[in-house]
């Protein structure tokens, strides 16, 4: 009975919660329907592939280095499948510069936010104009931003007139509400499992690929990196492991398709193995290296009851895994786990902490980061720029929604996928922000200690050193060969947002097989750090502004609205 009766309140508690529940609201500017883009180009491909584009940055649109070119528009695999795209040459090499692909996680959220929240090559201003980002990824390499799967951001699978339903966030047809606009119309159910999604997003990275020669004869290189967040740490993972057998098979001849060099995988602040990480969150709760104790001891021994009782998280978890998920009691038993974990060992956290989700030190209705970029991408100019004539929404609840009901956040195979990664030699680069909560880091090493592969021990006995960037150390992290584990110092879920140039060094290391820590030592089979056996550092406690350049309530608004974006906390969602 306690437990059900914390489950209800939680639920409640968490629809007005900060950073947890509110749904995705248009921006007042963004309720009208978006004109037809004007000028756009199309390209054919080898395999008949239709990309529609248009080039953002010659209307001012983001990226304006000067012979710096991109692309935004459209990948159409079938009449109903259109996926949205932007990319970026890189600023420095575009023909010998590898190829990354960024994906934000969710499920259901926009790879948008890492374009412009964190790595992208411009950030959004308080007055809706954009200024060019100094430690954009693209720095180093070319950057491919997909929205996916269909119905996330931009992509549709058909275009549709209506308005979002105030409670669900589902798409209503005859609903001339308030955000009365243009839609994406897709059957959510279609791809509901991240390995569903791998499929699909690999159909189209192979689409964009074999038109990439019409699109930019500039960009010549193979090497591929795929890097990723939150949610990431299933897509990630199974993703790359997706497409590197794929490879494969394209290698051998038994497949047909763009041929690539699988270089890395990164995961920032990932949710990788729900059984391994949901103890670290009453731990990091009430015993981080910030010094803050979000919640009581009452507080804590209940979830922890709740983690290890009989038929608690973990009994779910555990039965959830032998079950058949391909039927739809195997995926009810898996959704019901999965409620179990997130109500009432994850989920107390936003009922009683009063702390920031995805920033400890942060009260929990701080806007960080703050949400100027849909605003920005709904006006109608910025929309032509980029070929669409869709409202903008960074989350659609249906994916979210959809891949509840089949229990994939608690599914176990990604652990294993990144152990076949590292078995085939690719490097496999886990960093985490040291001040969020919802992915927090203490689970993100219990994650990288239990990865079962080859040189597993030598990686577990290796020490922490300083990761260093310019003479000042940015965290700790622990690295054997082609895996690394780091720890950032003061930063919380969008690892590029706070320390942009420190998360900048870190990617150009692991793309140029160099080490971590010093950027100097090139990565060797048995390149080893030296130092602690565990991340000691501490940071006291300085509470931060409530507001971090925001300066309205839209901002604050747009802070409340965050939790359906990267990872969904709640059975209710």
Known sequence: MLTQLLRSAAAAALLSAPGASAFLK????????????????????????????????????????????????????????????????????????????????????????????????????????????????????????????????????????????????????????????????????????????AAAAYHVLQGFLSALPSLDSEVKSKDFNLWTESYGGHYGPAFYNYFYEQNQAIANGSASGIELNFNSLG??????????????????????????????????????????????????????????????????LCSEAQSM?????????????????????????????????????NQGWVQNALGVNLNYTEANNDVYYAFQQTGDFIYEYFLEDLEDLLAAGVRVALFYGDADYICNWFGGEAVSLAVDYA?????????????????????????????????????????????????LAMFNRTIFHFDIATGTEPVTADLETEGGAEATHTEPFVPLPSETGSGSSADAAGALARGKKRLPMLQGW
């Not at 109500?343 to 702390?355: A, I, K, L, M, P």
């Not at 930063?491 to 998360?503: I, K, M, R, S, T």
């Open 26 to 197: 248009l921006p007042l500017n963004a309720r009208q329907i978006p004109a037809n883009a004007t000028d756009v180009k199309t390209i054919v491909s080898p395999t008949n592939v239709t990309i529609r584009y248009k080039e953002p940055g010659k209307d001012g649109v983001c990226e304006t280095t000067p012979g710096v070119n991109s692309y935004s528009g459209y990948i159409d695999l079938a009449p109903d499948a259109h996926t949205y795209f932007w990319f970026f040459e890189s600023r420095r090499d575009p023909a010998n510069d590898p190829i990354t692909l960024w994906l934000n996680g969710g499920p259901g959220s926009d790879s948008m936010i890492g374009l412009f929240q964190e790595l992208g090559p411009c950030n959004i201003t308080a007055n809706l104009t954009s200024s060019l980002n100094p430690h954009a990824w693209n720095e180093v390499s070319n950057l491919l931003f997909l929205s996916q799967p269909l119905g996330v951001g931009f992509s549709y699978s058909e275009e549709g007139i209506g308005s979002l339903n105030n409670v669900t966030g589902s798409f209503e047809p005859d609903n001339k509400g308030s955000d009365y606009g243009r839609y994406p119309v897709i059957n959510a159910s279609a791809i509901d499992t991240t390995d569903l999604a």
């Open 267 to 332: 995961v920032g602040n990932g949710i990788i193995d729900e059984a391994i990480q949901a103890e670290y969150y009453p731990k990091f709760a009430v015993n981080n290296t910030y010094g803050i104790k979000a919640y009581n001891d009452t507080i804590y021994d209940y979830a922890m009851l709740a983690l290890n009782m009989p038929n608690g998280c973990l009994d779910l978890l555990s039965y959830c895994r032998q079950s058949d998920r391909s039927t739809l009691s195997g995926k009810a």
């Open 341 to 377: 974990c997130r109500d009432n060992v994850e989920g107390v956290y936003y009922n009683f902490g009063e702390r920031g989700t995805y920033d400890i030190r942060h009260p929990s209705d701080d806007p960080t980061p703050p949400e100027y970029f849909p605003d920005y991408l």
């Open 455 to 503: 040189h597993a021990d030598a990686f577990r006995a290796a020490g922490y050193a300083p990761f260093v960037v310019d003479g000042a150390e940015y965290g700790e992290v622990r690295q054997y060969g082609n895996f690394s584990f780091l720890r950032i110092y003061e930063a919380g879920h969008e690892v590029p947002f706070y320390q942009p140039e420190a998360a």
